[in-house]
C-alpha cells in the first residue's frame, strides 16, 4: 500500500485559527447536542486518512464533516467522496471552505444534510452500485455505534471503516470474548467483520477539547454477507443474553432457547454470554432454527 503522504500535494489543512475563523464567520459554536469536537490539527487528520488506506481511486463517505478538517485532508489524496452533516448550518458552510482551501476538490465533494442513522442506497445514490467504499470519519461520542452497526447493516459493499471515537467506544468495539468490556457492539460488529484499535488520540487536538481521550479503530469485513434472517435471530440472541449478562446462558435465554439447541450447536448452557464468540452466537441461532423446524 502507497503511503499518501509520500505521493499527495500538500494541501493546507485547517488549523486552530482557520477552524475558530470559519466557526466565527459562519456563526457555528460546538455544540453538545451533536457531540461537536473539532480537529484543530493537521497531522492528525492525516493520520487517519494514512491508517484508512485512502487513496485516489477510494470512494469515501465521511459523517460529520463539520467544519471540514478531516474532509480535506480526504480530498487531499484525489479521493472522490460524500459527506453527510446533520446540522444545517455546518452542511451549507462546508462548500465555502473547500473552495477556499482546496478549489480544484470541490467537483469530488458531495454533500448531504441529514442524519447518518436515516441514511440508506436510496438516500445516497452514489453508494447504491454495489462497487466498495470506505467510511472515514470523526464520529460523535454519543451516536457512534449506532450509526456504525446502521451504516454496515443497509451497505453491503461498506468494505471498511477507519473512525475516531471516544477511548472507550473503541475498547468495546475491538474486545473480544472474556473481556469485560466485551459487550453487545463488541459481538455485533464482529458478525461484519474485524475492528482493531489502531492507535489514540489526546484531547489536545481538538477545539473544545473533549473530557476524554479518543482512539482509531479500523474495520475490515468479511468477504461472504450472510443471510439477513440469520442475523436477525442471531442479533435477538445477543441482545437477550448481554441484557442480562452476570446470568447463565440457560437462564438468561431459557424463552428463546430449547434445551436441545444448546445441545446440537454444542455450548455448555451454564457459560454466560459474554464467553462467546459471535461464530457460536450463530451456531445457537442455526440450531435454534434446527429444533423449530423438527417441531413443525
Known amino acids: 500500500m502507497t503511503d499518501i503522504s509520500d505521493t499527495a500535494p500538500t494541501a493546507h489543512l485547517l488549523g486552530a485559527a482557520d477552524i475558530r475563523r470559519i466557526a466565527d464567520e459562519a456563526g ?26 485512502v487513496e485516489a481511486d477510494t470512494h469515501v463517505l465521511e459523517v460529520g464533516p463539520g467544519l471540514g478538517s478531516l474532509t480535506l485532508a480526504i480530498l487531499e489524496t484525489g479521493a472522490t467522496m460524500t459527506a453527510v452533516e446533520i446540522d444545517p448550518p455546518l452542511a451549507e458552510r462546508l462548500p465555502n471552505t473547500v473552495a477556499e482551501f482546496m478549489p480544484d476538490a470541490s467537483k469530488r465533494l458531495s454533500i448531504v444534510n441529514r442524519d447518518a442513522l436515516t441514511v440508506d442506497p436510496a438516500t445516497l445514490p452514489e453508494f447504491a452500485d454495489g462497487k466498495p467504499f470506505t467510511l472515514v470519519a470523526n464520529l460523535p461520542y454519543n451516536v457512534a ?3 456504525l452497526l446502521t451504516l454496515l447493516e443497509r451497505f453491503d459493499n ?11 467506544v473503541a475498547d468495546r ?13 463488541s459481538v455485533k460488529l464482529a458478525w461484519y467483520g474485524e475492528a482493531k484499535r489502531v492507535g489514540t488520540i489526546g484531547r489536545n487536538v481538538f477545539w473544545p477539547a473533549p473530557n476524554v481521550d479518543s482512539a482509531l479503530v479500523h474495520f475490515q469485513r468479511f468477504g461472504t454477507p450472510r443471510p ?8 435477538s440472541l445477543i441482545d437477550a443474553a448481554f441484557g442480562q449478562r452476570r446470568k447463565t446462558l440457560h437462564a438468561a435465554l431459557k424463552k428463546i432457547v430449547p434445551a436441545e439447541a444448546f445441545e446440537a450447536a454444542g455450548i455448555d448452557p451454564t457459560r454466560r454470554g459474554e464467553t462467546l464468540t459471535i461464530d457460536e452466537f450463530v451456531a445457537l441461532a442455526t440450531a435454534m432454527e434446527g429444533n423449530e423446524g423438527k417441531r413443525s
Do not use: C, W
Request: aromatic share 8%; net charge positive.
Open 28 to 53: 457555528v459554536s460546538p455544540t453538545k447536542k451533536f457531540g461537536q469536537n473539532f480537529v484543530i490539527d493537521p497531522g492528525t487528520v492525516r493520520r487517519i486518512v494514512r491508517e484508512a488506506h
Open 145 to 147: 455505534t449506532p450509526i
Open 158 to 168: 461498506l468494505d471498511s471503516f477507519l473512525v475516531m471515537v471516544q477511548k472507550e
Open 173 to 185: 468495539l475491538a474486545a473480544t470474548p472474556g473481556n469485560k468490556i466485551y459487550g453487545t457492539p
Open 228 to 235: 439477513q434472517e440469520l442475523r436477525e435471530r442471531t442479533f
